[in-house]
């Protein structure tokens, strides 16, 4: 998989490192998926609009693809 980013204050996870506001590179989905994401506050960018979340570990993502079971948010 290619690079991916989750961000150390809220736990979103995204491909693209500029939409997280304290970005971190990960290499991959079992890195973080499965592990209780850090519940500081969202990143402004994502409280407008986060897509997905992970249905067993409540990881929030901005592409479905980059967590276990995506669920897509209201
Ligand atoms: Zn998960
Ligand atoms: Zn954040």
Redesign the pocket.
């Known amino acids: 998989m290619d690079a991916l980013y989750e961000c150390r204050r809220c736990g979103v996870v995204s491909r693209f490192g500029e939409d997280l506001c304290s970005p971190r590179k990960r290499q991959g ?1 079992e890195a973080y ?2 592990t209780a994401p850090e519940r500081g506050n969202m990143c402004d960018e994502m409280r407008e609009r986060l897509p997905f979340v ?1 249905g ?2 409540g ?1 929030p993502a901005r592409e479905g693809e980059l ?3 995506p669920w897509i948010t209201g």
């Open positions: 989905k998926c499965g992970c067993i570990c990881r967590v276990c079971k």
